[in-house]
């Protein structure tokens, strides 16, 4: 059987807008691509910027399809963005006009939606993250709605091995189908500068969404703090989603206001992805410092991948899967109780002390070695080939050589030389009653 592999890819996210969960898409249509697939992402809104999109324009074998702009929605009663039984609709239509081998889905929802009409029983390659992650929260009914969803599914995709562990304990359905699907980050396209100090006043990033649990709003106060501390230093942020907290009503007026007038605080707004990588790259110190709540999250912050592969060290909560992909020994997880007065403490470490900057640094830079674009597509094309051995084993797309997010050749010779992969190693078995 001579053909290409061809993939279907939906994500219940709006690529209007900078977070994890739409550069998740992004990075799945590039990393499949470069797998050797022809690839269809269908947007879930209508596009009011082209920053998320434009990279995917040139890629081989990659169409992006917009619903609202070709006219595919029926007028009367259209919504702003797509509702999960207008996405599975749509997905079925796109499969009657060009059949897929594989259907890429994001979201719980529309994954259950798509289960439910049953038009791609066995194709679907679901990658979940708003599940139920401890077993206080994994109710009989949430057990039931994932075990329907996984023997529907042909791989469900995993962020960590933690997470994997955890399905295939509470849904044996899921068992022999649930793979690592990590993270995926883009090498820089553009050299990198040489840190051999931090600048005067020292440069905090922090890119993506504002939420009061990722510390955004307290985040805006650590300049006037660290000055207390006789430390000159600037927050720079990136990004233009603000969470709408319905348990904070106040936060979103709040968090604008800090982003426009707060002291010592840069805010560029939302970028393309390259762009905020540039701004992040010219900066010292990464903040990936969260609410303890989310300390038992089984999924992996992509801020450390995200700072890393720009040589940035990172100051984040200790947690088990930071201590996994970092060291327990790594020098700038927040201590005490990871209040704001903590992270103030980890920032003037990092400050102060070169060596411990230096292997912070060192450590997030091989963590996001691990978790390129390349090595995202290296993990695609095995379990393809896996999955489909009647297929002429995938080879790599003409554009093999990796490149950033924005399209422009690589930068620094040694980026060239990351490592590519973890090992892929399972976990052992868990019993519901020991998790």
Not at 240 to 266: C, N, T, W, Y
Not at 395 to 402: E, F, G, I, M
Request: charged share 25%; aromatic share 4%.
């Amino acid at each position: 059987m001579n053909r290409t592999l061809k993939a279907l890819v939906y994500g219940d996210v709006d690529l209007n807008v900078i977070d994890g969960s739409a550069v998740w898409a992004q990075s799945t249509v590039q990393a499949l691509s470069l797998a050797g697939c022809h690839t269809r992402l269908l947007l879930k809104s209508p596009v009011r910027t082209e920053r998320l999109i434009e990279p995917l324009a040139g890629l081989p074998g990659v169409t992006v399809v917009r619903p609202y702009e070709e006219r595919l929605l029926p007028t009367q009663g259209a919504r702003s963005s797509l509702s999960p039984v207008q996405a599975s609709q749509l997905l079925a239509r796109l499969d009657r006009d060009e059949p897929c081998d594989l259907l890429v889905l994001r979201g719980l929802r529309v994954v259950t939606r798509v289960v439910a009409d049953g038009a791609f029983d066995g194709r679907i390659w679901a990658y979940l993250t708003d599940v139920p992650q401890s077993a206080a929260e994994m109710t009989e009914a949430a057990r039931t709605d994932l075990a329907r969803a996984a023997a529907a599914c042909r791989r469900i995709l995993c962020q960590t091995e933690e997470l994997r562990c955890f399905l295939e304990a509470w849904v044996p359905e899921a068992c022999g189908k649930s793979v690592l699907s990590p993270p995926a980050v883009p090498v820089p396209g553009f050299p990198l500068p040489e840190r051999y100090s931090p600048h005067d006043p020292v440069r905090l990033v922090y890119t993506g969404k504002f939420a009061p649990r990722w510390n955004t709003l307290p985040m805006t106060r650590l300049p006037s703090l660290l000055s207390e501390r006789n430390i000159r230093a600037e927050l720079h942020t990136v990004g233009d989603k603000i969470h709408d907290d319905r348990a904070r009503p106040e936060f979103k007026a709040e968090m604008a206001q800090a982003l426009r007038s707060a002291p010592g605080v840069h805010h560029h707004g939302g970028q393309p992805r390259e762009e905020a990588m540039r701004i992040a790259a010219d900066c010292d110190l990464g903040l990936g410092w969260r609410d303890p709540i989310l300390d038992a999250s089984l999924e992996l912050s992509t801020k450390v991948l995200e700072f890393g592969v720009l040589g940035l060290p990172v100051v984040l909560n200790r947690t088990p899967a930071h201590e996994t992909l970092l060291g327990g020994d790594y020098p700038l997880y927040v201590p005490g109780g990871a209040a704001l007065d903590d992270a103030a403490e980890a920032v003037a470490l990092a400050v102060r002390e070169p060596e411990a900057r230096r292997l912070a640094a060192e450590r997030c830079r091989k963590a996001a070695g691990r978790h390129t674009l390349q090595a995202a597509a290296d993990r695609w094309r095995a379990d393809l080939d896996r999955v489909f051995p009647s297929f002429p084993k995938l080879s790599a797309s003409p554009r093999s050589r990796l490149r950033s997010s924005g399209g422009t050749p690589l930068g620094r010779g040694d980026l060239h030389h990351l490592p590519s992969s973890h090992g892929n190693g399972r976990c052992d078995s868990v019993s519901p009653a020991t998790t």
